[in-house]
């Protein structure tokens, strides 16, 4: 009686083991997409209409990634990670991008309406 | 077989090629992506980041060979073509930083350059400024001068004038004294001088008698005489004192030959104009005749000629020549 007792305790186990595994996900490594697309959210992609497309690419392709984690095709989730963090960086780079041409646009303005306020020549004329 | 049995054959070869050699649409816009980032600005100002983008493009093409229909190989294409897209938005991005850092330099540049202007306009503002204080300060020193030169003439003139007033008064005031005495002498010396003059005409009238006396011109008709020693005040028909000596003579002459009837004939040296000596020559004979009037001698028995510088008996071109030239003559009329 002991000894049936003791078998049906490590069958309970093993098969509650059993279970849980088949029940979540298989583990992909989703930190760098997501950290990408933090990245480009701060950088104010979802603002720019170049980048906007991108940020919304990569995080479209980061719940493909976790639906096709969740179906187990973890080789296919990692590779489609892939994708979500190329968009990701895409969208920051270009944000960013955004942000230094509005910087440069708005520096050689600020040259343009010191010379005009101060009555000197414009550069190049 | 037939025709169309070899077409259907051939068609599903070349299909079975196509497929097995088509990459997929993520490889193709892998390829473009890379090729147009590669012509840009990339190559230059990214090259490491389109290094990598190609690095992930041999590894995409890699799979492409190995398993052209597999996720893997549309994943590596896909992000192949992210990472040229990368590099071009990266360049972008550093030509828009040189570009700002350009312009900050500019700007830079350009507050230096006004800074600089402002400091020239101050400095040529501040010494005109200064130039016309000191102009200011000139003219007021001028002024004050000049006023200070008026004061002092002012004065100077008062002074003058002061001094004039007294001598003018101390003068009057001598006058006046003075004029009584004045008074006083000057009836003295009329008196005086009253008395020399008749003395004096008396002893000339005598002397004159008696050197007329002495010799008497010889008036033959037909014939001249010249009258030398008969001479005028220069320019004028006033004859001279020492004249009437020798008109004395010729007053003897006419008295002692009543019967004779003379032409007083008057003659210039070239002195002066023609005109003017034609008028003076004959003035000249009237005043001899006046004289001669005056001594008793009859009007009617005298003429007056004037004959000008017409007829020199001398040259011209000498004092004495000229002396000579100037002469009154008698011509005895037969």
């Not at chain 2, 980032?37 to 060979?65: N, R, Y």
């Not at chain 2, 003439?153 to 004029?179: H, L, M």
């Not at chain 2, 003395?199 to 004159?208: E, F, H, T, Y």
């Not at chain 2, 017409?310 to 000498?318: L, M, Q």
């Amino acid at each position: 009686m002991r000894y049936m007792n003791m078998a049906v305790l490590a069958g309970s186990v093993l098969f509650a083991i059993v279970i849980a595994g088949c029940g979540s996900s298989p583990a992909i490594n989703k930190e760098p997409s997501t950290s990408a697309i933090s990245a480009a959210e701060e950088a104010g992609a979802s603002k720019i209409p170049s980048a906007s497309l991108y940020l919304q690419l990569a995080k479209e392709e980061l719940e493909n990634a976790k639906g096709l984690a969740t179906n187990g095709d973890k080789e296919q989730a990692e590779s489609m990670l892939l994708r979500a963090q190329a968009d990701a960086e895409l969208a920051v780079a270009l944000s960013r991008g955004d942000a230094d041409k509005k910087e440069a646009i708005e520096a050689i303005e600020r040259v343009r309406q010191l010379r005009q306020d101060n009555k000197l020549p414009q550069e190049g004329k | 077989m037939k025709p169309i049995t070899y077409l259907i054959i051939i068609a599903c070869a070349g299909l079975l090629v196509g497929c097995a050699t088509a990459p997929p649409a993520e490889l193709i816009n892998a390829r473009q992506a890379y090729q147009h980032a590669s012509a840009g600005q990339a190559a230059q100002l990214v090259p490491a980041e389109l290094h990598k983008a190609q690095v992930a493009l041999d590894i995409a093409e890699k799979s492409f060979q190995d398993d052209p229909k597999s996720f893997h190989t549309r994943d590596l294409a896909y992000v192949a073509d992210r990472k040229a897209m990368l590099a071009e938005a990266l360049a972008t991005t550093v030509a828009g930083n040189a570009t700002t850092a350009k312009a900050n330099k500019d700007y830079q540049a350009t507050q230096t350059e006004i800074v600089k202007n402002t400091k020239e306009d101050l400095a040529a503002e501040q010494k005109a400024r200064l130039d016309a204080e000191a102009r200011r300060v000139q003219d007021s020193t001028n002024a004050v001068a000049e006023a200070a030169r008026i004061k002092e003439a002012n004065i100077a003139e008062t002074r003058n004038v002061k001094e004039s007033t007294d001598a003018e008064a101390r003068r009057i005031k001598d006058s006046t004294n003075a004029v009584a005495e004045a008074q006083r002498v000057k009836a003295a010396t009329d008196a005086e001088a009253q008395r020399i003059k008749d003395s004096s005409n008396a002893a000339a009238l005598r002397m004159a008698e008696q050197k007329s006396n002495d010799t008497v011109f010889v008036l033959v008709k037909g014939k001249t005489v010249v009258l030398r020693g008969v001479n005028f005040e220069f320019n004028k028909a006033t004859l001279t004192k020492d004249s009437e000596r020798i008109l004395w003579r010729a007053c003897k002459a006419m008295e002692a030959n009543s019967d004779v009837r003379v032409i007083i004939t008057g003659h210039t040296d070239n002195v002066g104009g023609q005109k003017f000596n034609q008028a003076l020559s004959l003035k000249r004979a009237q005043a001899v005749k006046n004289w001669l009037v005056n001594k008793g001698i009859s009007s009617n028995r005298m003429r007056t000629v004037g004959r000008g510088l017409n007829e020199p008996v001398a040259s011209n071109d000498t004092d004495a020549g000229r002396a000579e030239n100037r002469r009154i003559e008698f011509y005895v009329e037969k």
